[in-house]
């Protein structure tokens, strides 16, 4: 089975830090994704890359930034982590020709901002 | 990718059959509909897709009515793990930079024994 592991499963952070997320997959896929997920609100895209070094803006990109160095590795960056960026952050990846359901997704972040 | 709208909640016993239903009204003739499963502190996971007519998996069964604006999953005679919550997806399975899943705020199953 493939593996999508994110590095940690709980962070606490203060107002203000730089904050790196990080999330690695060991089955080549091409394509990662960023999720955070909110009580009431669901999943939302945060960042995507279908290839090494290149990225795309999900749905609310404002506030982070992402880097994809290795095509294993996809981090998040949180440039300076505010106290509504609390949330459960989800990592994702499949393959390029794979449709709606070849996605594995990690176990999840949760990053709490004091 | 399609708007969908799903019942916030549900609440079922063990052993009973449960029926969620989403509705798609927007849905393109490309477009097939995907069933992810969320259980607490893990991310989700895929448990069926289809296009139309009926699909079924040891997991879960799809129902999908001729004119696809809705869709109903299935799972026969709950148990307790099956407390989840369940996020119905629309949208072409072309993968790449346009197979993004963009999850609704899903169906939370409630199994009380």
């Known amino acids: 089975d493939v593996k999508v592991t994110q590095s940690s499963r709980y962070l606490v952070k203060r107002t203000g830090e730089k904050v790196f997320l990080e999330c690695v997959q060991d089955m080549d896929h091409e394509n990662m994704f960023w999720y955070r997920q909110d009580p009431g609100l669901g999943l939302r895209l945060i960042y995507f890359?279908?290839?090494?070094?290149?990225?795309e803006k999900g749905d609310i990109p404002e506030g982070y930034s992402v880097s994809r160095e290795k095509k294993e590795r996809f981090s998040l960056i949180l440039e300076s982590a505010s106290t509504n960026q609390t949330s459960m952050y989800l990592c994702?990846?499949?393959?390029?020709?794979?449709?709606?359901?070849?996605?594995?997704f990690g176990s999840g972040t949760r990053l709490t901002v004091v | 990718l399609a708007k969908t709208t799903q019942p916030i909640s549900m609440d079922s016993y063990e052993g009973q059959e449960v029926n969620i239903t989403c509705s798609h009204n927007n849905i393109a003739t490309n477009d097939y509909i995907t069933w992810y499963q969320q259980f607490p502190s893990q991310g989700p996971r895929f448990i069926i897709q289809g296009y139309k007519t009926k699909v079924t998996n040891e997991v879960a069964s799809l129902f999908i009515p001729a004119d696809r604006k809705s869709s109903t999953l299935s799972l026969p005679r709950v148990s307790l793990s099956d407390t989840a919550v369940y996020y119905c997806?629309?949208?072409?399975?072309?993968?790449?930079?346009?197979?993004?899943?963009?999850f609704g705020k899903g169906t939370k199953l409630s199994v009380k024994p």
């Open positions: 890359s279908y290839d090494v070094k290149m990225k």
């Open positions: 997806l629309v949208g072409d399975t072309g993968g790449g930079s346009q197979g993004n899943l963009i």
């Open positions: 994702a990846s499949s393959l390029s020709y794979q449709g709606m359901d070849g996605y594995t």
